[in-house]
């Protein structure tokens, strides 16, 4: 495609269900990035995929997410059990390598009731 | 404390105003990254900038290492220049992600 896309752009859930985000970011950009971004706030790094691997998955708050890339293209961010505060716009941004200029997708905002 | 600091958080400016926005880092960085984000929409990447001074139409970043601070100016502003600037720097590494500042909401009135 010709920008990163993110679906969906709104999801409202209630309190305790599972989500699932997904990232489809620009064909051939090996590097791709889930970062969450609170109100008012900066966005703030969640996991780094290299390929199909989770090369760096630092930033995931705790074992409640989880985010594959199984064939190194369309990511998908998975939320369990989500808590109140997991709400959020959730960004992805995609790299031809982690050196390279990023493109973002618009984002997925998060609410939970 | 967050390691990228921007000033100021919030400007207001008439149309033509000349403007400048600051960002103030902590450590080490492999590249700072100007970008722009509109109210519900994504995040566009304006500057990607390692020293010196980069220029796009009326934007102009410039970068000093030895100081850790980079500003963005934007010249003969429009009500279109309305976003907010976000300074972000990567560190290299792993996956050289970026670490955010927490932005400057700009307002150009007519």
């Known amino acids: 495609g010709a920008g990163v896309s993110q679906t969906p752009s709104n999801k409202v859930t209630e309190k305790g269900k599972y989500v699932e985000l997904r990232c489809d970011p620009i064909s051939g950009h090996t590097a791709l990035y889930w970062y969450r971004q609170s109100l008012g706030q900066g966005p703030e790094f969640l996991i780094y995929f290299q390929g199909t691997g989770a090369a760096d998955d630092s930033g995931l708050p705790n074992d409640r997410f989880f985010a594959v890339r199984p064939e190194g293209s369309v990511s998908t961010l998975k939320i369990q059990r989500t808590e109140r505060g997991d709400s959020a716009v959730y960004l992805c941004?995609?790299?031809?390598?982690?050196?390279?200029?990023?493109?973002f997708g618009q984002g997925t905002r998060l609410t939970v009731v | 404390k967050n390691e990228v600091e921007q000033s100021p958080q919030n400007l207001t400016a008439q149309e033509g105003e000349f403007i400048t926005i600051n960002c103030s880092y902590s450590?080490?960085?492999?590249?700072l990254h100007w970008l722009q984000q509109h109210p519900g929409g994504g995040i566009v990447s304006l500057f990607m900038l390692s020293s010196g001074k980069k220029k796009h139409g009326r934007l102009i970043a410039t970068i000093n290492i030895q100081e850790k601070h980079s500003s963005l100016h934007i010249t003969a502003s429009h009500p279109r220049d309305s976003a907010v600037y976000i300074c972000a720097v990567s560190h290299g590494g792993t996956g050289n992600q970026f670490y955010f500042g927490t932005g400057t909401s700009l307002t150009v009135i007519p």
């Open positions: 450590v080490g960085i492999s590249a």
């Open positions: 941004a995609s790299r031809l390598a982690a050196n390279t200029e990023a493109f």
